[in-house]
């Protein structure tokens, strides 16, 4: 899938293939997906090996120090594995300073003294992602794990050219690699940055990595969570204040939801994660869509764009006052997901925007009273995450978002192992009694949703992106394009997207004027994106992946143009 630059943008062009397809945001990454579904694996290995791989050969967006979910459908069953980082039994609601001041950071919580919430030692959460890629592979994979295992094993320990976007990572990041030696050693070898040319390409080599990656393919999760492995994580992280105990480690169980949460949208399925992440807020969006006609209002018309920022913006509103982990928070699941709350939310959506957005009243649906409220962990407003997807031949599919939060993550490489570690901690609001304050064990409302939609044939998409809070906002107009106006997955990618992510709408300069000018004139309050607004390096919209069923059967696959994302089939 090669870049084609055009007079007017730069586009990719859209992934084909007959039986089966992996897209992802690294071609070796693809590439190790590929090799498991020629040796006789199913989508699952696939998606598998692929996630592993990836972690290697784009160590500052996932890895297995980090967490995510994985949705799926094989055998004609479908749901969700989830594996998100989890607070240490050590975490408490007051164990950071306060600086006082009001806005720190991508999430925008309250500041924190040393930013020790952003990275560091006390930033890091309880990974899940090697029990939750597992324990996936044990119920649903064909091939042995050691096999699934072998192509991140591989190019860790023989090495790898690092591709162009994770070269521009190093630089963007050189700071965090300053500030943590291991971290230096392991990704500025010779203490310079990975550098060649075409005769004599940089090669990046990860030997404690690969070691424990073999571990793992030996030996499953236990080899990352129990023995060995856990304790060369935890006393390196102990022994600079950081709060990981071996019983976080011993004692992390994935989610298992059979079917996950579904909903429907145009006369199909879409199936995301449920719990404290962005899968509520996507299916919520879709609910307040499904009562619009888009098709008749015209692919990013003044009125379309209008009614979904409208939908996501309500979707938002109640994300953040209600949505956490439901073992720390009476949170209306049923209320919120309903027909009438969806009915009473479109009922306030008309040709003007309100000042702001208020949450609605979701208990009502539930037949109750709301108990114990906590109060909104509400940002103040003003990364590190990989999507990939894979389909078989025989109609199964995976949709995983994993990640191990900011680059790099934590900036904490524990001796010995090579394994960034996340900086999860920076999920949690870090001033007491709200919503979604630390609590020891405590899972912290996140941003993933990877998806998959399905018909009366079976999986119709898979697809999902990273990009923080951007994610669901993308991940529901990729949706709204496929579905209501007929685009394949690299059409959609490319066309013109918006986020409310922000107090403002961000909006792709390729939107017309008139069209901004409309908006504007219903209260909405944008913000073009263009090459003075970054968030990456390029323009801040999420980066997604897709692979879309074509009617006659056929793949068709599409990712991120502005990345070295890739999808090929067979």
């Known amino acids: 899938m090669e870049s084609i630059p055009t007079r007017a943008s730069l586009i990719k062009e859209e992934a084909r293939a007959g039986g089966a397809m992996v897209a992802t945001k690294d071609i070796m990454a693809t590439r190790a997906g590929l090799e498991m579904l020629q040796a006789g694996g199913n989508a699952v290995d696939a998606a598998v ?110 090495g790898f050219t690092p591709s162009w976007f994770s070269l521009y990572a190093l630089g963007l990041l050189a700071g965090k690699l300053f500030r943590y030696g291991e971290l230096r050693r392991v990704f500025m070898p010779g203490g310079e940055m990975p550098t060649g040319d075409v005769a004599d390409p940089p090669v990046l080599r990860q030997p404690d990595l690969a070691e424990v990656l073999d571990a793992i393919g030996r030996g499953g999760p236990d080899a990352y969570y129990k023995g060995d492995v856990a304790g060369a994580i935890v006393s390196d992280i102990n022994r600079n204040g950081g709060i990981l105990s071996r019983e976080d480690l011993a004692s992390y169980e994935p989610f298992l939801w059979e079917g996950g949460l579904e909903l429907r949208y145009r006369g199909r399925t879409v199936r995301v994660p449920p719990h404290a992440c962005a899968g509520i807020t996507s299916a919520m969006t879709l609910k307040l869509l499904d009562g619009f006609d888009l098709d008749a209002m015209g ?36 209320g919120l997901l309903s027909e009438e709350y969806a009915r009473r939310r479109r009922e306030s959506i008309d040709g003007t925007t309100p000042p702001l957005y208020e949450p609605g009243d979701p208990w009502a649906e539930e037949g109750r009273s709301a108990g114990k409220k906590l109060a909104a962990s509400l940002p103040a407003w003003d990364g590190g995450t990989t999507h990939l997807c894979a389909m078989d031949a025989e109609g199964n599919a995976v949709s995983i978002t994993n990640t191990i939060m900011s680059g790099f993550g934590s900036g904490v490489v524990p001796r010995g192992t090579g394994i960034v570690m996340n900086n999860g901690m920076m999920w949690f609001d870090p001033v007491p009694g709200r919503i979604n304050s630390i609590m020891p064990g405590k899972f912290a409302l996140n941003n993933m949703t990877p998806a998959l939609v399905l018909d009366d044939g079976g999986v119709m998409a898979a697809l999902g992106a990273s990009g923080g809070r951007r994610i669901t906002n993308c991940v529901t107009q990729l949706i709204v394009k496929m579905l209501d106006f007929g685009m394949g997955p690299q059409e959609a990618i490319d066309s013109p997207r918006v986020d409310c992510s922000m107090p403002f709408t961000s909006l792709d300069p390729r939107i017309p004027q008139d069209v901004r000018r409309d908006l504007e004139a219903r209260g909405h309050r944008l913000q073009v994106i263009g090459e003075n607004i970054v968030q990456t390096g390029f323009a801040s919209f999420a980066s997604p992946a897709a692979i879309l069923r074509n009617e006659d059967g056929s793949l068709s696959g599409g990712v991120d143009t502005f990345h070295s994302a890739y999808a090929e089939g067979l």
């Open 299 to 334: 692919h990013n018309s003044a009125e379309m764009l209008h009614t979904y920022i409208s939908s996501a913006r309500l979707a938002y509103a109640d994300r953040f006052a209600y949505v956490a982990d439901p073992e720390f928070a009476d949170v209306p699941w049923k």
């Open 49 to 158: 090996a692929a996630c592993l791989t990836v972690g290697v050969v784009e160590p500052a967006s996932s890895g297995i120090g980090g967490g995510g979910y994985l949705v799926y459908q094989v055998d004609g069953k479908g749901g969700v594995v989830g594996f998100p980082m989890r607070g240490p039994m050590a975490a408490r609601p007051d164990m950071y300073r306060l600086t006082g001041e009001g806005a720190v950071g991508s999430f925008g919580w309250a500041g924190v003294e040393g930013d020790e919430n952003l990275e560091g030692f006390r930033s890091i959460a309880v990974p899940g992602a090697v029990a939750g890629l597992c324990e996936a592979h044990r119920r649903m994979g064909r091939l042995p794990l050691g096999e699934v295992v072998a192509p991140a094993a591989r190019a860790a320990r023989e």
